[in-house]
């Protein structure tokens, strides 16, 4: 994210007030840019202050690391788990939380955007940045129209990092009340396998017969794995 930055090994325990202007994070961001400074510098912003023993950019830096260093992880960490980043409290580590779920949102495209969905990418599109970089399974439901236009998108159930329950119960009443012709099923696979298991097509199957049963159709069934995707219609299999 913009230039890399290289702050000065000597200024790592310093007060960031205790810098020159030009190398204070609030300060570069106000004369070149949010754009032109780095993650760590965004993060010590937010931050706003660090403790005794480091300065923002120092926690910033920590945070990183227990992201893996990818900006994309920051989402997926709790508050107990920043909370044990020395000089990171319950109220920063909430404002941080919200901050990085805001930008998680902003990846998402807008029913505006999307309200066509006849083609597998498409629904891709709207599937990857909602399930991307969760840590646990969750399930859910595009519902379409006759014509295959997007009525709405719901969230089923979340489970473990293993597994989560796809209730056709659920699926069908809601389906129903909203007058939907389509279906079109997504979960994700935290652990990155991308192919479907014995499980999964189980429930496939099971849901498109059930659907059936009410004239609806599951048009396809999407998995998940980071920026990937399984398609059981592009692979023939529903």
């Known amino acids: 994210m913009g230039d890399f930055f290289i702050l000065p090994t000597q200024m790592s325990t310093q007060k960031i007030t205790k810098w020159a202007l030009q190398e204070r994070p609030r300060e570069r961001l106000e004369e070149k840019g949010a754009s032109a400074i780095s993650d760590t ?97 969750e399930c859910w439901v595009i519902y379409l129209n006759q014509a295959n236009r997007l009525i709405s998108k719901e969230k089923i159930s979340s489970g473990g990092v293993s597994g989560t329950v796809i209730d056709m119960r659920i699926v069908l009443k809601s389906a129903i009340s909203k007058l939907a012709s389509g279906l079109i099923l997504i979960h994700n696979h935290p652990s990155g396998q991308l192919q479907p298991g014995a499980q999964d097509r189980e429930q496939t199957m099971m849901l498109r017969e059930a659907a059936a049963i009410f004239g609806i159709r599951l048009l396809d069934h999407l998995i998940i794995a980071g920026n990937r995707y399984y398609s059981f219609a592009e692979d023939g299999s529903i």
Request: charged fraction near 25%; hydrophobic fraction near 45%.
């Open 41 to 137: 510098e965004l993060i010590a912003i937010i931050i706003n202050s660090g403790c005794k023993e480091y300065n923002a950019i120092d926690i910033a830096r920590k945070i990183l690391s227990l992201a893996n260093n990818e900006i994309r992880n920051l989402c997926t960490l709790s508050i107990e788990e920043l909370c044990h980043i020395k000089g990171v409290g319950k109220a920063k580590a909430i404002r941080l939380l919200a901050a990085f779920e805001l930008s998680r949102r902003s990846s998402f495209p807008t029913d505006e955007v999307i309200t066509n969905i006849d083609t597998t990418r498409k629904a891709a599109e709207i599937a990857i940045p909602l399930l991307r970089n969760l840590t646990h399974e």
